[in-house]
């Protein structure tokens, strides 16, 4: 197996564990709520006491933030076993073994942590502003407000589906939208990819005789776009992180080789390997080959963003350049240069 088939196979492995980990995480807190308390929230307009009753926190996330940890940890072993058996150091010759608790490592997997915890749960507050805002001018019963956001029980599973929890506050945009067309009989829902299609005859049928949609349908809809959202987001975040996690656990690996002096920093020289195929950026298209030292960043010739490794984000590089990344690195290193 190839590096690049063993990081595509890794990425597999964890992408569900991490999707799960998201998603329940997500009906821990919808599931919850009481919903009696966020009603007098609502009533009072008082937004910041909706939100702290969702209940988010470290804790709350702690499903995601550990499947991450899980995948940087085995990324680091995996690395290690690539390297030579017994490497050289001035000590004499040692065993590697991957350090998960080495400072370094912990400092990125909090910070990781910390900025996705951070970016979901900004995402929640600015949902439940919206939802307010809404439900304000719409004149919608409070609890209506608090069911658009937490969800509605599922008679079926017990469980609340199509709530804005856990979607970004543009998704919850997008939802809006969907809503909007719905409600006003706008052809331009057929364009919406995360609508449910089987009800399209429905909604064909109601703009063709001019007769608006009950209010059970347009929820129901918008309820099913939410819960395709936040499908495509967990799908998102999965991914993204679990690429995130492996590569910085190799290039962790490597710098904690150079620490213990089994190979010479100038030894160890980097490569950006794309995934070969169509849907690879053109900015990362452009990295493809692009060889640094371990200590020096990739730097992107066409939007100047700098990675230390695919996925990196502690240099600036934007969203853009990161997400749903599936590039890796392909390292070559002079163990032998240790000896010197």
Request: overall charge positive.
């Amino acid at each position: 197996m190839t590096p690049k088939q063993q990081l595509d196979a890794l990425a597999e492995l964890f992408v569900p564990d991490l999707r799960s980990a998201f998603f329940a995480a997500i009906q821990d807190i919808t599931d919850t709520v009481i919903i009696a308390q966020l009603v007098e929230a609502i009533e009072a307009g008082d937004v910041e006491r909706a939100f702290r009753l969702l209940g988010f926190s470290d804790a709350a996330m702690r499903p995601l933030t550990a499947a991450i940890e899980r995948a940087f940890e085995t990324g680091g072993v995996l690395t290690g076993r690539t390297f030579p058996k017994y490497l050289t150091t001035p000590s004499g010759k040692a065993v590697f073994r991957f350090d998960v608790r080495n400072a370094r490592a912990e400092a990125w997997l909090r910070d990781k942590s910390s900025s996705l915890v951070t970016a979901i749960t900004d995402g929640a507050r600015s949902n439940v502003q919206t939802a307010l805002t809404v439900g304000m001018e719409k004149g919608l019963n409070p609890r209506v407000v608090a069911l658009d956001i937490v969800g509605r029980v599922n008679p079926a599973s017990g469980k609340r589906e199509g709530g804005s929890i856990g979607l970004s506050a543009n998704q919850e945009l997008w939802v809006r939208s969907a809503q909007t067309k719905l409600e006003n009989l706008d052809n331009g829902y057929f364009n919406m990819e995360l609508r449910d299609k089987r009800f399209d005859r429905t909604v064909a049928a109601a703009i063709r005789d001019g007769k608006p949609l009950s209010r059970e349908t347009v929820d129901k809809l918008v309820g099913r776009y939410r819960d395709a959202a936040l499908k495509w987001r967990g799908d998102n975040i999965a991914r993204t992180e679990a690429m995130q996690a492996l590569n910085a656990s190799e290039y962790e690996a490597t710098r904690q080789a150079v620490d213990i002096g089994a190979v010479k920093k100038d030894a160890v020289q980097r490569e950006w390997d794309d995934a070969g195929d169509g849907r690879v950026r053109p900015s990362h298209r452009k990295l493809n080959g692009q060889r640094v030292g371990l200590d020096e960043p990739f730097v992107s010739p066409l939007t100047g963003a700098r990675m230390k490794h695919p996925g990196d984000t502690s240099l600036g590089a934007p969203t853009s350049e990161v997400a749903m990344c599936r590039c890796r690195v392909r390292s070559v290193i002079d163990w032998l240069s240790s000896l010197d």
